[in-house]
């Protein structure tokens, strides 16, 4: 049994969703499952975009024989050497021996890096801006390095005016059946997954992002197909706008983010108290203890938010793991542009608060509201007042 959607009259996805996979990359939770987006250009050449992870190889073969319907498979384009997308070439040569591999020079090399020589196939290799005409369509290749890896490009179909956007654009979470974006509440089902996602796969590359999004501003795009979540033909604005905060490290909202690594809950006290006298004075806040929560999910927010309070307890002298975990996920992915309040806690010699501005001062244009509010076990009542006013100095 195939489940295949028409993009247009002539193009399908022939893609699949994923609810077994535990760990995106090994790394990131996926507790609504992942999809695996190919499409397949039904022209006078047959032309694959992509291929699929191994998981879902079966559903994927299917799918393809059935549009296919007899006729040969002539080009497959690679856009991204990633696993999840190339694990499957292999099988697909060997199914059709015949194809055309068109990929840039630096696939060519991942290619045989993944494969050795176990994969033989003739291989066209295209350069920014080449075309590709397969009859009706006209295939044009960008070649867009480190979104996310060196090797990606994108293909503009000028025909369709669709942008095969590579890993670019994409969402965790499986789509349910659905295949475009208008087709789910993606604001209050998928916003928070496709947020998640840039921030953690694509966050660290704001430039090179913002590299694609000025090469996508002289095309004529009316829909974009990545290669992770939904296809959108309608709302580009919306997402395009997304991208251009989030490559340039700019806040979607004001709002605050409040984290905390507490080993008994006397920071995560605080850390409560901080957010109800935020609520009180009509902030958004959104509260994470970083013992429980995943920091992917909270890198996600502190993308999304202008403001943090970050509360953690001091541990063997020094920073407590959870929270210095986060803060160097925040380097690791290029964090900038935020205003941050700290809290450190400590019985005899608390250490957390130096060491969390030692980190922090290494990224560039994070604002620390002075002073660091210093505890020792537990808040003292007349520490109240000093909390109340960090309040207010950060969101002043």
Not at 5 to 30: H, K, Q, S
Not at 235 to 247: A, I, R, V
Request: charged share 25%.
């Amino acid at each position: 049994m195939t489940n295949v959607r028409e993009v247009t009259n002539d193009i399908f996805w022939i893609g699949a969703d994923d609810r077994r996979l535990a760990l995106f990359e090994n790394t990131y939770p996926l507790p609504n499952g992942v999809s695996y987006d190919s499409y397949i250009i039904m022209d006078e050449k047959t032309v694959l975009m992509d291929c699929v992870d191994a998981s879902v190889a079966d559903i994927f073969f299917e799918n393809l024989r059935n549009v296919l319907n007899g006729r040969l498979l002539d080009f497959v384009v690679v856009q991204h050497m990633e696993p999840d997308h190339s694990a499957t070439l292999a099988r697909l040569i060997e199914m059709y021996p015949d194809v055309t591999i068109i990929c840039n020079a630096k696939t060519e090399t991942m290619i045989h890096q993944f494969f050795k020589d176990t994969l033989v196939a003739k291989i066209q290799l295209v350069k920014e801006g080449e075309e590709s005409t397969t009859g009706r369509h006209t295939l044009k290749f960008i070649m867009t390095p480190m979104v996310h890896w060196p090797e990606v490009m994108m293909t503009y179909d000028e025909n369709a005016k669709i942008l095969f956007s590579a890993d670019a654009f994409g969402c965790f979470g499986a789509m349910n059946g659905a295949l475009f974006a208008d087709e789910v509440n993606f604001n209050d089902d998928y916003l928070s997954e496709a947020r998640r996602y840039y921030a953690n796969i694509v966050g660290k590359y704001g430039a090179p992002v913002q590299a694609v999004l000025k090469k996508s501003a002289a095309l004529d795009i009316q829909m974009i197909c990545p290669l992770h979540g939904f296809v959108w033909r309608k709302g580009l604005d919306f997402l395009l706008d997304k991208y251009e905060k989030w490559s340039t490290y700019q806040p979607e909202e004001n709002a605050v983010v409040v984290a905390y690594a507490s080993m008994y809950g006397n920071t995560a006290k605080v850390a409560e108290k901080a957010a109800t006298l935020l609520v009180k004075k009509g902030y958004p806040v959104r509260v994470y203890d970083l013992s429980k929560t995943s920091v992917d999910v909270v890198l996600g927010e502190i993308f999304r938010a202008s403001h943090m309070i970050l509360a953690s307890a001091t541990h063997d002298g020094g920073l407590f793991a959870p929270m210095a975990h986060l803060i160097q996920e925040m380097i690791a992915h290029n964090m900038q542009n935020r205003k941050v309040t700290l809290i450190e806690n400590g019985s005899w010699a608390p250490m957390a608060g130096k060491e969390m501005k030692t980190l922090l001062d290494s990224m560039k244009n994070m604002t620390i509201v002075e002073p660091v509010l210093s505890i020792k076990s537990t808040l003292l009542e007349a520490q109240e007042k000093d909390l109340e006013k960090l309040v207010d100095a950060l969101v002043a």
